[in-house]
């Protein structure tokens, strides 16, 4: 049991689980019926993805220190109550059954989901090696 950390679109990996969006726009062009079988996610929590204004930054993040700032910035999205409980929640899961979390970036080294990877295990999760 474990939660796995995934590029969304790409080809699912055996025994990966129940697939989630961690995004703040489900993909476009794509039919709603379609998320799934198009390998994107079963179900969509852009809750832990970062605002509008934080995935603005961290596109245009040139520089380690421009990149620090979002990983401030999104680590502080991430602290309200109602993240922290999600956060929780999929870390109990990790210890239940396989799950997957993810976005749409190419390099995990400047995706939120690096981010999330660490929030993940610092909440107990029990996190594939990425």
């Known amino acids: 049991m ?3 950390i ?3 679109g790409e080809p699912r990996t055996e025994g990966e689980g129940l697939r989630i969006g961690t995004v703040r726009r489900p993909p476009r062009g794509v039919p709603k019926e379609e998320f799934a079988a198009r390998d994107f996610y079963d179900t969509w929590l852009p809750e832990l993805s970062p ?3 934080l995935v603005s930054q961290a596109m245009a993040a040139q520089t380690d ?3 620090q700032a979002f990983v401030r910035a999104y ?4 602290g309200t ?3 922290r409980h999600l956060l929780e929640l999929l870390a109990e899961l990790s210890h239940r059954t396989d799950i997957a ?3 749409y970036c190419e390099d995990e080294n400047r995706c939120h989901r690096s981010v ?3 929030l993940l295990a610092e909440h107990g999760a029990e996190v594939t090696p990425g």
């Not at 680590?75 to 991430?78: A, F, G, H, I, Y």
């Open 51 to 53: 605002s509008q204004e």
């Open 2 to 4: 474990a939660v796995r």
């Open 116 to 118: 999330l990877r660490e």
């Open 101 to 103: 979390v993810g976005c």
């Open 75 to 78: 680590r502080k999205e991430m």
């Open 65 to 67: 220190k421009e990149w």
């Open 81 to 83: 109550p109602a993240a």
């Open 6 to 8: 995934v590029r969304l």
